[in-house]
């Protein structure tokens, strides 16, 4: 799996305009080739996403050529893209350790 993370510097929203600005492209999002999951992200220094992709390729297809341009046309900001390999996973909510998505022991 892959993680990227997307900032946009300067994009500060209030909660209700966070929820409404995410619930409102979610649908986009719902529909991507490869997104596992994505969590919004609102803050201080500005707004984003982190996303979980099944592969490289996946995410590659969404952040293309044209991606940045669009981005920083829509906030007024350019974003910036982090890509990190992603092999193992703590789940506490589920109890589980996950390493190249099969389940492992979780160890004492």
Do not use: C, H
């Not at 300067?10 to 409102?24: D, H, N, S, Y």
């Not at 952040?63 to 789940?91: I, Q």
């Amino acid at each position: 799996m892959l993680i990227a993370i997307v900032q946009i510097p300067g994009v500060e929203r209030t909660k209700e305009q966070a929820i409404a600005a995410a619930t409102g492209s979610a649908p986009t999002f719902a529909k991507l080739p490869g997104l596992i999951r994505k969590y919004y992200l609102n803050g201080e220094n500005g707004g984003g996403g982190v996303y979980l992709w099944e592969s490289r390729e996946a995410a590659d297809a969404w952040y293309n050529k044209d991606w940045s341009a669009m981005m920083e046309k829509r906030f007024g900001a350019k974003p910036t893209l982090t890509y990190y390999d992603n092999y193992v996973v703590l789940d506490n909510s589920n109890s589980e350790l996950r390493v190249d998505g099969a389940l492992a022991k979780l160890g004492a």
